[in-house]
C-alpha cells in the first residue's frame, strides 16, 4: 500500500493526538478512538433532519438524564458516523424509548444486556448497511458506527460506564456495536417491518434488547422439522432461563428460509411449531435447579427455595412438561446472513411476557 504523504500537512497530526487523548482522559469514549468534533462538524449531522436540537429524545428517569438530538448527533460524529447517518441513528433512539425495560435499568443489569438494532427498507441500501456476509462482525462503516452511537450515548450522556452505572458481570459483544439490515432481498416472505404494519418503501429502525447471539450450524436437513427443532434446542436450552419463559429472535440465513418456504412453512407456521415444541420435562429443570419461580420476580429457580412457588405449568393438564415460551410471538424471525452456508443464529431476547401486542419497538427512520 502507497501512501502519499502533504510536505505541508493542514493539520499537526500531534493536534489530533492529543484531542483523541484528551477524550479518553474524560472517558468520553468506549475503549477506541474517537473522531475530534467542533460545532461547525456538529452542524453538518444537524443538518441532515429536520428536528429541533434541543428534543428529548429518550430519559432515563431514575437517573435524572436525557439525550437530546444534538447529544445524539455529537455522539453519532464521535463514533465515525456520516452526517447522512444520523436520521437512523435517531430512530434508533425513538425505539430505544418505546422499551419498558430502561426505566427500570435494564441498561445497567448485571446480566449484560445491550442494544441490538435491525434496519429495514430502502435506507439499507442509500447506507450501506450490512445485510449479507458478516453481518455479526466487522468490515461496514454504517453498520459498525450507527451501533457505536448508541454505545456512546448511553456512555456520555447517560453515564453508563464499566465498573460504574453499567454493572454487567461479563456482558457481550453487542455492548460494543450491533447493528444488522435484514436481506429482503434473498427472503422468500415479508420482511420484519412490513410483517409489523409499515409499508414496503418504509425505512425502519428496531431496537431489541439482547443478551447473547448463539449460531447454530445445520447443514445436515432438508427436512423442516428437523430443522425447527435443531433451533428450538438452543432456544430452550436451561442457561439461556432466566424467567418462567424465554423469548427469541431467529435471524435465519437465506438458504434455511428457502428450506423452510419450499416447504410451505410461513413465519407464523415456523413460530407455531417452535412454541409447541419449545418444553422441557420438569425433571430436566430441577436438575439445574430451574424447576420453580420466585414469588417476587418470576425468575427461576429451585423448588426448596424459601421463595420458590410452582410455576404456571404446575397448574396445567401436563404439569411433568414445561412450556418455555408464553405465545408463538415470543418468536420473531429475519432473513440475514449471506446464502453460502447453513449457519442461522438465535438471538436472546430480553423482553416482556406475556408478549405485547406490538412486539418490538419499531420506528419510522425520516428520509
Known amino acids: 500500500m502507497s501512501v502519499t504523504v502533504s510536505s505541508t500537512p493542514e493539520v499537526d497530526s500531534h493536534e489530533i493526538i492529543d484531542a483523541v487523548e484528551y477524550y479518553f482522559q474524560n472517558e468520553w469514549t468506549d475503549g477506541l478512538p474517537v473522531v475530534p468534533v467542533t460545532e461547525s462538524y456538529l452542524a453538518e449531522f444537524l443538518a441532515t433532519v429536520d428536528r429541533d436540537p434541543s428534543e428529548v429524545l429518550f430519559t432515563v428517569t431514575h437517573l435524572n438524564r436525557s439525550i ?3 447529544l445524539a448527533a455529537l ?20 425505539s430505544v424509548a418505546k422499551e419498558p425495560h430502561p426505566a427500570r435499568g435494564i441498561w445497567q443489569s448485571t446480566t449484560g444486556t445491550a442494544p441490538f438494532l435491525l434496519v429495514n427498507g430502502p435506507v439499507r441500501a442509500e447506507l450501506e448497511i450490512n445485510s449479507r456476509g458478516n453481518i455479526f462482525g466487522g468490515g461496514f462503516r454504517a453498520n459498525a458506527t450507527i451501533g457505536r452511537a448508541i454505545r456512546l450515548g448511553l456512555i456520555n450522556v447517560f ?3 464499566p465498573h460504574g452505572l453499567d454493572q454487567a458481570t461479563q456482558g457481550n459483544p453487542s455492548k460494543v456495536t450491533a447493528v444488522i439490515a435484514e436481506n429482503e432481498e434473498q427472503s422468500p416472505w415479508p420482511s420484519f417491518a412490513v410483517e409489523n404494519g409499515f409499508a414496503e418503501g418504509d425505512s425502519v429502525a428496531t431496537m431489541f434488547v439482547i443478551r447473547s447471539v448463539v449460531h447454530i450450524e445445520a447443514r445436515h436437513t432438508m427436512i423442516p422439522e428437523q ?4 433451533f428450538v434446542d438452543t432456544i430452550c436450552r436451561t442457561g439461556a432461563l432466566i424467567h418462567e419463559y424465554t423469548s427469541t429472535l431467529l435471524v435465519l440465513v437465506p438458504e434455511h428460509a428457502e428450506l423452510f418456504a419450499n416447504a410451505g412453512w410461513s413465519k407464523d407456521d415456523l413460530r407455531a411449531f417452535i412454541f409447541e415444541n419449545a ?21 427461576r429457580l429451585p423448588a426448596d427455595h424459601p421463595d420458590s412457588t410452582p410455576d404456571t405449568a404446575s397448574a396445567s393438564d401436563t404439569p411433568d412438561r414445561v412450556r418455555l415460551l408464553s405465545h ?18 438465535v438471538v436472546e431476547v430480553f423482553t416482556l411476557n ?6 418490538f419497538s419499531s420506528t419510522k427512520i425520516d428520509e
Open 354 to 359: 406475556p408478549p405485547r401486542a406490538i412486539p
Open 328 to 345: 408463538p410471538t415470543n418468536v420473531q424471525i429475519v432473513v440475514a446472513g449471506a446464502d453460502n452456508a447453513g449457519v442461522s443464529a
Open 75 to 94: 455522539n453519532a460524529a464521535l463514533a465515525g458516523c456520516k452526517p447522512e447517518y444520523l436520521p437512523t441513528v435517531i430512530a434508533a433512539w425513538e
Open 68 to 70: 437530546t438530538v444534538r
Open 279 to 299: 418444553v422441557r420435562d420438569r425433571a430436566e429443570l430441577a436438575r439445574v435447579g430451574k424447576e420453580a419461580l420466585s414469588n417476587k420476580t418470576r425468575w
Open 159 to 161: 453515564g453508563l460506564n
Open 227 to 230: 430443522l425447527a427443532l435443531d
